[in-house]
């Protein structure tokens, strides 16, 4: 994995949990139905969480939470509650859970019926048709160039990155708020470099890895930000229609807003 990628996932990581924590929101008392097409009995029984909560919190770059605070390294403890028909909490040895698509596998010992999680309401990507796959609230975390300079004598470097955390929001207040957050969230911050030797926290399938492994990159300075500025955008309208008129917009576009920052690390030579 490049240092780029592992910035990457490091700022991710950052965003989720701290920056924007306070919209980890909850859902409780969620049916779960049992998923024959994916189930092998008696060894692999699969049950998937059903709810009417908007935005999805299964849909791409959201999820159940699988830490309960930012800084944990081990599985969630207390973000995920699994009940039986009567409404008796079920042990987590009991089953396994697919934060990412929101289902409880068992190995058949015990029938679970109903959940209460924490998910992500706003949306993490990466590209830009992402973010319509998605659908707002959304930020789309985007690094692009970089330069190296030197900061002491021999061969220590300072890299330094752009980047762009781009806001797709469902009203106003929600874009300003989001854009406030962000914005507080990462001037005068710092972030620790991890190196992900093993991987990140989830495995393929949705999981807490087994193998994951807290590690920072040795020789290297936390993530730190500068140049932080915040802004709204006024994509333009076709037709001569006033720029104000934001119902000519689509639902993606309508209510939009940018942070733009440096984020840079030293390396010892």
Not at 68 to 86: H, L, M
Not at 232 to 251: A, E, F, Q, Y
Not at 255 to 260: E, L, S
């Amino acid at each position: 994995m490049k240092k780029l990628r592992k910035e990457d996932l490091s700022l991710e990581h950052f965003i989720r949990y701290s920056a924007l924590g306070e919209y980890v929101l909850d859902d409780t008392n969620i049916p779960l139905v049992y998923n024959e097409d994916e189930s092998v009995p008696p060894t692999s029984m699969v049950y998937d969480s059903v709810t009417s909560m908007l935005p999805v919190p299964t849909n791409l770059g959201r999820g159940w939470s699988y830490i309960d605070t930012y800084g944990d390294i081990t599985e969630q403890q207390n973000s995920v509650t699994v009940y039986d028909s009567v409404g008796s909490v079920i042990s987590g040895t009991e089953y396994m859970i697919d934060y990412i698509d929101g289902r409880v596998i068992t190995s058949g010992t015990v029938v679970p019926a109903t959940v209460d999680y924490k998910f992500f309401y706003v949306s993490i990507v990466n590209e830009w048709e992402d973010a319509y796959a998605a659908g707002p609230p959304v930020v789309s975390v985007h690094l692009d160039g970089f330069e190296k300079e030197g900061f002491q004598l021999g061969g220590g470097r300072k890299p330094i990155r752009k980047g762009h955390l781009h806001i797709f929001a469902t009203n106003q207040g929600e874009r300003d708020d989001l854009k406030e957050l962000l914005y507080d969230g990462i001037y005068q911050k710092c972030v620790p470099n991890q190196d992900w030797p093993k991987g990140t926290m989830l495995d393929w399938n949705g999981t807490f890895s087994d193998h994951y492994e807290y590690t920072l990159i040795a020789n290297h300075s936390s993530l730190q930000f500068e140049n932080v500025k915040a802004l709204n955008l006024h994509p333009p309208l076709l037709g001569g229609i006033p720029r104000t008129d934001v119902n000519m917009l689509s639902d993606l576009n309508r209510y939009r807003a940018r942070v733009d920052f440096s984020m840079f690390h030293w390396e010892e030579g």
